[in-house]
């Protein structure tokens, strides 16, 4: 499972979910999504991501093994 910390990072920016979305190029749903684990981002779009953030991957998304 992907965990992420997009609201605390776009909080710390004072982005709005509709802002990131047009600084990646994805709809404010896709963030919405994103954020509340609905959705697994693509590399690029977790690279375009973190990059706003001014982050490295890994400081935004965290990958957890699923419990079986």
Not at 7 to 35: C, F, S, W, Y
Request: hydrophobic share 40%; proline share 3%.
């Amino acid at each position: 499972m992907i965990h992420n910390r997009m609201k605390e990072h776009r909080a710390r920016l004072g982005l709005k979910q509709e802002d990131l979305a047009k600084l990646v190029g994805v709809r404010r749903e896709t963030i919405g999504n994103l954020e509340k684990g609905r959705y697994n981002p693509s590399l690029v779009l977790a690279w375009n991501i973190a990059r706003v953030f001014g982050v490295s991957i890994e400081e935004v998304f965290t990958v957890e093994p699923e419990e079986t």
